[in-house]
């Protein structure tokens, strides 16, 4: 994921604190690894993907180990009138359309 550089470091905790690991609402909120793992193991992100429960699951956690989360100088300079970012999604096999 590229995303502008305020989402980075707000991700990587800094001055907002350590977001590595989250496992409760507070830390799962703002942690864009686990927000973007949560979308597409549940199609969304709403109150249901906060609880802790769901945020501490195996397969979230798994999947949130895998997200990778760098700045965009494109997207910065558009921050804060605009909250861009891209995902792009790489998998193990070849996935034929």
């Known amino acids: 994921m590229r995303c502008f ?21 507070e830390q799962g909120d703002y942690n864009l690894k686990y927000l973007v793992a949560a979308a597409l193991l549940d199609d969304q992100v709403g109150p249901a993907q906060l609880e802790e429960l769901r945020i501490q699951a195996p397969d ?28 792009t999604i790489r998998t193990k096999t070849i996935v034929s359309l």
Do not use: M, N, W
């Open 60 to 87: 979230a956690q798994a999947l949130l180990a895998c997200v990778e989360v760098h700045p965009d100088e494109r997207f910065s300079v558009r921050y804060p009138r605009e909250l861009s970012a891209a995902i």
């Open 5 to 25: 550089q305020t989402g980075v470091s707000i991700r990587r905790g800094r001055s907002f604190g350590p977001k590595d690991h989250p496992e409760i609402k």
